[in-house]
């Protein structure tokens, strides 16, 4: 029952785009962006000016797991999503593209969340790549939010084979950063199977949480435009 739930207040979410000054990590929030050459859906679904926010405690794994990186490795960590509120949700799954797709969003092997499911609508999921000091992305087999048209075949997901040692080794090494950081303060995470982007806290933890609603936000924090 959503009255059970815990309560995300707007001041448990941290802007990322605030401690890039601080942090080596860079943002670009695709689906902000109707024309970016990696948005499938071809429309913003937020709007021109949304931030990229991420639950505080959440942020703290990622601000940590990117200094870490930088420092071993001389690479950035690129974030391209965050908090998707249940009505960008929703407009995800009305797109022509989804619609054309209907096992994007069919078990067993589901690839976007119906409206309120999952982290990133709790600000507990984060999109990562890597990109080097020149901007150049680091080879990971796909891109960001490479959704299959085969659900037979998805050369997004982590071990899926034929791909070459080395994007095998640099999605493992991205993998190990998140993974150590969280380690290290003490918190669970998720390198979610079908995508090597995808980071979150297991369902387990983020789900003893209501999924946050445009309509529940400042309009400065406000993802879409309601």
């Known amino acids: 029952m959503t009255q059970d739930l815990k309560i995300i207040s707007p001041v448990d979410l941290i802007a990322m785009d605030s401690v890039v000054t601080t ?10 962006q109707p024309h970016h050459p990696e948005n499938i859906f ?3 679904l937020y709007r021109p000016d ?8 959440f942020a703290e794994v990622v601000i940590l797991a990117a200094k870490t990186c930088y420092t071993q490795t001389g690479l950035y960590f690129v974030l391209k999503d965050g908090l998707r509120t249940i009505e960008a949700q929703a407009m995800m799954q009305e797109t022509d593209i989804v619609k054309a797709n209907p ?20 600000g507990m999921a984060v999109d990562i790549v890597l990109e080097d000091e020149n901007g150049a992305l680091v080879d990971m087999g796909t891109r960001f939010d490479h959704l299959t ?3 037979a075949v998805n050369p997004a997901r982590r071990g899926f084979p034929g791909l070459s ?12 950063f998140m993974v150590a950081a969280a380690a290290q303060l003490n918190r669970p995470m998720l390198p979610l199977p079908a995508e090597w982007w995808d980071f979150r806290f ?4 983020s789900e003893t949480y209501a999924p946050i609603s445009d309509h529940a936000l400042p309009r400065h924090m406000q993802m879409t435009a309601i």
Do not use: C, F
């Open 42 to 44: 071809g429309l913003g």
């Open 23 to 32: 942090t080596p990590l860079r943002i670009d929030i695709v689906y902000a």
């Open 165 to 176: 040692i080395e994007v095998n080794k640099n999605r493992q090494m991205l993998e190990d």
């Open 50 to 57: 949304a931030k990229l926010w991420l639950h505080r405690d």
């Open 103 to 122: 096992h994007w969003t069919q078990e067993p092997n589901r690839l976007l969340s119906p409206p309120g499911k999952g982290g990133h609508p709790r």
């Open 202 to 205: 297991p369902g387990s933890y």
């Open 149 to 151: 048209t085969d659900p």
